[in-house]
Nanobody, 124 residues
Framework: VQLQASGGGLVQAGDSLRLSCATS????????ISWFRQAPGKEREFVAA????????LYADSAKGRFTISRDSAKNMVYLQMNSLKPEDTAVYYC??????????????????WGQGTQVTVSS
């Protein structure tokens, strides 16, 4: 399973940014894909997850209403659209793949495979 995150950058508060996670068709079909983030000095935390075969999405409270996880199956890409960004969204963002049930999607230990991170910095 390969996952490659990209799309991070430096933006101002209130701006939007779209992160991308390149993967394979089999991964999209067989795994839950999630986004986590890790701010300096903090633990890695759950942001959003989705499963496209069988359905289901899950968002952290901090992401609800501002972030959207989606996919482009033709390109084997998963996206995290982030709107109304805040300085507290500053972190390294990671995509991950796992097979657990919905009740485990927010847990780090539910994911077997991780991509490298992409830095998002939101200035005030």
């Amino acid at each position: 399973v390969q996952l490659q995150a990209s799309g991070g950058g430096l933006v101002q508060a209130g701006d939007s940014l779209r992160l991308s996670c390149a993967t394979s068709r089999d991964t999209l079909r067989n795994y839950v894909i999630s986004w986590f983030r890790q701010a300096p000095g903090k633990e890695r935390e759950f942001v959003a997850a989705a499963r496209w075969i069988g359905g289901g999405t899950l968002y952290a409270d901090s992401a609800k209403g501002r972030f959207t996880i989606s996919r482009d199956s033709a390109k084997n890409m998963v996206y995290l659209q982030m709107n109304s960004l805040k300085p507290e969204d500053t972190a390294v963002y990671y995509c991950a793949a796992g097979r657990g049930p919905l009740s485990t999607w927010s847990s780090l230990t539910s994911y077997e495979y991780w991509g490298q991170g992409t830095q998002v910095t939101v200035s005030s």
